[in-house]
């Protein structure tokens, strides 16, 4: 017997019949291990939120209440389809008094026309508060014994509100003593995605991939065998079927290799959300809750090797190229490491970079969201060295996209290059920059925008063809994997 965590996200417990399909899943895994569930909120009820919260901010009373007129609605539907009358009153009560504490907190917004990440964290993720009990309730209607568990006494974070960081050692302790009695008892904790709490109790949310996160990190603390991710594709594409028809779900990927995929605009797992399975070396599975029986993608430490050397092909549609150089007599790498240092401290991430061979020019390609903050933080930064030109007017190239080749059997393979950058050349399409990762774990480049289709077919062409390899599987809801992407 052996333990899993199942996470399931918003499309997986957005209606009545998909909470049912997830319970069913739960149910069945319960048969033959011991199971947590971590769950998001119903799909569209954080969006919600964060329109009644803007309202609030706004001074809008009117809005913030059909806001919550809207959400008891909904939560309200779903009661009605999937509970019997005896179950019902309970349901309802925990729905409507989560709803009533988003209007308490807007409330308080409303009246300071303001708020901050704190205000915002404990109003974020009450949508998980409401759906982590429907399901618990729902759950034990089919007999099954479980019990809701606020997130909040189990995963301890730092104060970062709006992003905050994990305390895994803290939440380890915590999760052994919350969930392992409840498991050695034979019941299932079902826990709220998204949220934690700091060591002195203020709710926290855990920003992008926060569910995941939750489910990653509580499988690293109690040790679980493996990491269920329930979501509505079949798993990891080798790229995106909108682009490339032909495209199929990979068997398995190694950690690595999904880090690179998030990093580069797949939305399979994110990378924070994959690092605590990671480092236990516990495996993660990306399934499809519509399509139960799809084989879905098993991420691990070693992967799995296949007939050709890339694993995928992604791309960043909506990306920049900045470039910043000097006179040849000004010392470069003082001006890259002052750089480097206000990128960190704005938080942006680099896609890549590439630099001169005389060490006077850096490129920086950025996601076209970061671009005018970097412009404007290297303007903040040099701003003597730019007005008595020792710095040279920044360069901005709007319109790129990034397309990244991925796969770890690409080390030490020769010729790749030659192929990748062969296929492009016969789109007629020229690559304004380049660079191979010190792993040899991803190629990216950038190109025009308006080519990135035509070039990640091309890619995906001259490696995959029109047969694929034999450790992927086409997925029947394939065309909604177009979700995985950006």
Sequence with gaps: MGLI????????????ERIRQSAELVREAARESAVVVVVSALSGVTDAIVKALHAARNGSSSEVEARCRELDARHEAVIAELFAPAAREAASAA????VARLGEVCSGVLQLRTSTPQVHDMALSLGEEVSAQLCALYLAQLGLACDYVDAARVVVTDDRFGEAAPDLDATRRKARQVLLPLLDSGRVPVVTGYRGATATGQLTTLGRGGSDYSATLLGAAIGADEVWIWTDVDGVL??????????????EITFGEAVELSYYGAKVIHQRAI??????GIPVWIKNSFQPDAAGTRITTTGQAGSSPVKAVTAVTRASLVTLSTRWDVHFAEVFGRLLLRLAHEHVDVLFTTQSSSENALGLVLRERDTDVVVHAIKRLFRTELKHGVLNPIGVERDVAVVAVLGQAMKGVPGILARLF?????????????AQGASELNICFA????????VVQAVHEEFFGSKQDAL??????RAAAGTLFT
């Excluded at 199942?6 to 957005?14: L, W």
């Excluded at 729905?95 to 989560?98: H, L, S, Y």
């Excluded at 190109?447 to 035509?454: E, L, R, T």
């Design 5 to 16: 965590v199942m996470k399931f996200g918003g499309t997986s417990v957005g209606a009545a």
């Design 95 to 98: 729905a409507r008094a989560g």
């Design 422 to 434: 062969g296929a492009i050349a016969r789109r007629n399409v020229s690559v304004i920059a380049v």
């Design 472 to 477: 992927v599987e086409t997925g029947a809801a």
């Design 238 to 251: 080798t790229a995106d079927p909108r682009v490339c028809p032909n495209a199929a779900t990979l068997a």
């Design 447 to 454: 190109v025009p925008s308006a080519s990135a289709g035509d």
């Design 275 to 280: 690092r605590p399975c990671m480092e236990a």
